[in-house]
């Protein structure tokens, strides 16, 4: 087949870059001081037995964090910087992870390397083999395994430029089995570009067998973690593939498929018989280093280029005798793993070679030059490959002392914003903490929509889809439609017997503004009839010019076509977190406001407390930035101050008269410390209402004093989708974790570990 012919066809072209990606990251758990730890695999995570994305390999030390597929680099990514951030957040405080695929020192005692404690007797009993045979050192090696599969229209749009070979699945069986004999001809390049483990750590060699140090991969040459010499298998077709691999476990060389550790394995089931009844789905490249100049030990960059070198692998040639083309690519593998990494590399001129055909490629399908133009450089300036640098900063300050100061500031960045999830943090912070403890749990987490913030979870068979954190399937549609109306919600509660505030509901600007005499000599309130998150509301707690109040309204106009002018209720106000039937969290929300030093302007001291870390916008930290717009002008005029005045030292100047966390308010959580009977009012409320999640805000002027009458509190409001993460992370207090209440609510079969 003349497939380079056929990636031109128009109808071929559109598609090529359509592919699907996975990767899968091995890592090993050092203490902050960069030696290996002695403790178990994190109790905080799921059970490993079934955890889609955090295992360990062979040994207890070894993490394996494995991504769900994704359609584009930018989601393989995300989900892997994700799944890091919840690994580091689910270790011991003085725990991290080592940047290199070359393990740190290991013990004298090679007993002292605990085999992963894994539930199934098998998985222990096979890595027991494996130690027996090939010594648990050269288990400890670590690495990328990089799953890429051609989209699905790729292959179809190129299966219908042929008519040699009959059926779809045989040809992209071919397809696979031609990627894989190129990519073990010219494996050797990405050794070049990508080999990281030029250095060996303290005991990893325990005999005179060891290469010649620094070269470009350990881990990739004879001195990593192989296979033994008489194991060969045959790349020549899949049923030779098969043939051999059954071949060599029958003769005792191999003691069952999966233990041939080839530099690219066929995949398409759990054996190989699955790939010979139904054909090769994707493959799996296994030589790739660690890259420890990025966290997550691989970046954009290199996923971008290998994807590019899949497709120029299937553009090239190959040659004629397939084993022969196989067994030459061992060879240079081998040459070039071992080179010094500053030095040109032997394969200079076919290097050249390979990038002027990429970029050859590039041009007629239209692709882009640059990053193939970039790492062509590589070729003539060594230094600029992943190993020159490990090795240039290994000769600063030893290999050991240059992994855990990467190791240590990796660290600090997981836990500089632990709010925030990294590979999602621009999505709302209750969505984030949701796929946070999803991801911990070993709940399959997908997000469907980021900007909508849509996701969907799966444990087994039993899928949820949730929205904004806390919209599930467990409320009816009619719940969330009745909150979202405060007249409707203040109708109903009042119907039920609780306590609501007092007013009405206006349609148009004129038919409020006459009813102006009706409250102006009282505390009232102004909000709009369907808004959250205490946008347009208006507090007036004494007697009010019509000028301010006709501000008031013009406020609330702009946030709904309905304005609610309601009597204001005397008292604090504190939000109760309701979820099926139990309060479990209650939050006091300090209006925004600022303390006087005597020197700084009102302006001046806001701008100081948004330098605060906790404070950013949009829902994406625990606190909000405080404004300083109409409404903060409005409540500074009040009392006889503006932004350019000079509040005296320890002065509470507030901004605000409603306190919600999201117009820059102060959150404090306050959960035990309220009276039962509020807690009780806060449930039935919610049960009225017919929903299962809410939060739901009550004005109480003593929360320690038990309810008695319906003076001792009023309901002002309920929201459908109450921000979870005020609670999660308060300003003060202890900290709830909602999104885990969450998901017991919708998997109850699964003990949710807090």
Do not use: C
């Amino acid at each position: 087949m003349n497939i380079k012919k056929m990636m031109q066809a128009d109808k071929v072209i559109p598609y090529l870059l359509q592919a699907r990606f996975g990767i899968e990251k091995e890592s090993q758990r050092v203490n902050l001081a960069g030696e290996l730890v002695t403790s178990d695999h994190p109790k905080t995570v799921g059970d490993r037995l079934f955890h889609p994305y955090i295992q360990t390999d062979f040994a207890e030390t070894q993490l394996e964090l494995v991504t769900p597929v994704a359609e584009n680099i930018t989601d393989v990514l995300a989900y892997l910087e994700a799944i890091h951030d919840v690994t580091q957040r689910s270790m011991p405080e003085n725990e991290m992870m080592w940047p290199l695929s070359m393990p740190p020192a290991l013990p004298e005692n090679e007993d002292e390397i605990d085999i992963a404690k894994l539930f199934r007797h098998e998985d222990v009993l096979y890595r027991r083999f494996l130690a027996r045979v090939y010594g648990k050192r050269k288990q400890m090696v670590s690495g990328i395994h990089f799953n890429f599969e051609y989209g699905e229209d790729l292959v179809k749009q190129l299966y219908r430029q042929q008519n040699e070979v009959v059926t779809l699945e045989s040809f992209k069986t071919e397809l696979y089995m031609k990627i894989a004999r190129n990519y073990l001809h010219y494996r050797w390049l990405v050794i070049y570009l990508f080999g990281a483990s030029p250095l060996s750590e303290a005991r990893y060699f325990y005999d005179d067998d060891r290469p010649d140090e620094p070269v470009r991969s350990i881990r990739s040459s004879r001195f990593g973690y192989v296979n033994k010499p008489d194991v060969v298998v045959s790349y020549e077709s899949l049923e030779k593939y098969n043939e051999d691999l059954l071949e060599n476990v029958e003769r005792g060389r191999l003691s069952e498929e999966k233990e041939y550790y080839a530099p690219v394995r066929l995949r398409g089931g759990e054996r190989v018989s699955d790939l010979i009844n139904h054909g090769i789905r994707y493959v799996e490249l296994r030589n790739i280093d660690l890259n420890p100049f990025d966290r997550i030990g691989i970046n954009y960059q290199e996923v971008e280029f290998l994807q590019y070198f899949m497709l120029y692998l299937l553009w090239t040639d190959e040659g004629e005798n397939a084993d022969k083309w196989v067994a030459e690519g061992a060879v240079r593998n081998e040459e070039v793993s071992l080179e010094h990494p500053l030095k040109e590399t032997t394969y200079l001129a076919e290097g050249q070679k390979i990038f002027a055909e990429m970029l050859e490629m590039a041009d007629i399908l239209d692709l882009d030059r640059q990053l193939i133009e970039e790492f062509a450089t590589w070729l003539e300036q060594p230094e600029k490959t992943i190993a020159a640098r490990v090795l240039t900063a290994d000769k600063k300050e030893g290999q050991a002392a240059f992994a855990t100061d990467l190791g240590k500031k990796y660290y600090d960045q997981a836990y500089e914003k632990p709010y925030q999830l990294t590979g999602f943090s621009e999505m709302e912070l209750s969505t984030q903490a949701l796929l946070f403890d999803a991801i911990q749990q070993g709940i399959g987490a997908e997000v469907l929509d980021r900007s909508d913030q849509f996701v969907r979870l799966q444990h087994g068979d039993h899928y949820e889809y949730v929205k904004n954190g806390n919209m599930t399937s467990r409320d009816t549609y009619i719940s969330p439609l009745l909150m979202a109306n405060k007249t409707v919600t203040k109708m109903v509660l009042a119907q039920a017997g609780f306590r609501v505030p007092q007013g009405e509901t206006f349609s148009s600007l004129m038919e409020a503004r006459k009813a102006y005499p009706k409250f102006a000599q009282q505390a009232f309130v102004i909000k709009p009839k369907s808004t959250n998150y205490g946008i347009g509301i208006t507090i007036f707690k004494g007697e009010t010019a019509l000028a301010d109040y006709q501000t008031g309204l013009a406020l609330a106009f702009k946030e709904d076509q309905e304005v609610i002018v309601e009597e204001f209720m005397v008292g604090t106000e504190y939000r109760f977190f309701v979820i099926d039937g139990e309060v479990t969290a209650v939050l006091l929300r300090i209006p925004a406001n600022v303390v006087g030093d005597g020197k700084k302007t009102v302006k001046e001291l806001v701008t100081e407390k948004n330098q605060d870390p906790l404070r950013g916008s949009d829902h994406r930290a625990p606190l909000e930035i405080i404004q300083l717009g109409e409404l903060e002008q409005l409540m500074l005029k009040e009392q006889g101050m503006t932004i350019q005045s000079v509040p005296a030292e320890g002065q509470q100047v507030f901004l605000r008269e409603n306190s919600n966390i999201s117009t820059g308010g102060d959150s404090i959580d306050i959960t035990d410390e309220v009276d039962e009977s509020y807690k009780k009012i806060a449930v039935d409320a919610v049960a009225a209402l017919g929903a299962k999640i809410s939060g739901i805000d009550l004005i109480i002027p003593d929360i320690h004093k038990p309810y008695e009458n319906e003076q001792d509190y009023g309901i002002i409001e309920a929201n459908f989708n109450p921000a979870m993460h005020m609670h999660i992370f308060p300003y003060a207090g202890q900290g709830r974790r909602l999104t885990q209440d969450v998901l017991t609510l919708l998997y109850p079969e699964m003990q949710i570990k807090r």
